[in-house]
Antibody
């Protein structure tokens, strides 16, 4: 059974940093691209960042480019999102998600973590 | 970035109704289009990928059509559990989501 366990969300001051983690199980982690999607309170879904299975290729939304870094440790089956220079508008539930097809860097997202809440406020 | 526009933003319907939600891409995305259902406080659920392929376990009353820039999601016989928010997503170039369509009980 595929499982994705998000963690690391917290209350952080503007300008601060936070690292999110997503532990994966139930599939061959190294062969699937992974993605972070966020959802601000009462708002829609927003793509944040994606990474290839090997970790070699990374992709970012304009809103987070230069501030967030996606990475993965395939030996630990874990995906990360390092978030720096956080702003109030980054406040959201962050979901990690697995792409549907083996070998694809971005694709439909078939499994999602439960989400972790990041609140940026002084 | 590819912009996805859904219509309507909200929709009222009754159980047993047939409803259609549309999604338009700002450029040709071929069939790289997915639909998701999200209920309050829950994780999004993949319904359809490749514009028309039903994800495993999704009831056959859900269907998707379209290619290029214009796409539709149809629910043919609304059930009580279908009242939720629906999102389209393109994955032709990175990812982007539509703003969502909230389907409410009339």
């Amino acid at each position: 059974e595929v499982q994705l366990l998000d963690s690391g969300g917290d209350l952080v001051q503007p300008g601060g940093s936070l690292r999110l983690s997503c532990e994966a199980s139930g599939f061959t982690f190294t062969t699937y691209g992974m993605t972070w999607v966020r959802q601000a309170p009462g708002k829609g879904l927003e793509w944040v960042s994606s990474i290839s299975g090997s970790g070699r290729y990374t992709y970012y939304a304009d809103s987070v480019e230069g501030r967030f870094t996606i990475s993965r440790d395939n030996s630990k089956n874990t995906l990360y999102l390092q978030m720096n220079s956080l702003r109030a508008e980054d406040t959201a539930v962050y979901f990690c998600a697995k792409v549907n097809r083996d070998g694809y860097n971005y694709d439909a997202l078939d499994y999602w973590g439960q989400g972790t809440l990041v609140t940026v406020s002084s | 970035a590819i912009r996805m526009t859904q219509s309507p933003s909200s929709l009222s319907a009754s159980t047993g109704d047939r409803v259609t939600i549309t999604c338009r891409a700002s450029q040709d995305i071929s069939n790289y289009l997915a639909w998701y259902q999200q209920k309050p406080g829950k994780v999004p659920r993949l319904l359809i990928h490749g514009a028309s392929t039903l994800q495993s376990g999704v009831p056959s009353r859900f269907s998707g059509t379209g290619s290029g820039t214009d796409f539709t999601l149809t629910i043919s016989w609304l059930q009580s559990e279908d009242f939720a928010t629906y999102y389209c997503q393109q994955y032709y170039s990175y990812h982007s989501f539509g703003q969502g369509t909230k389907l409410e009980i009339k």
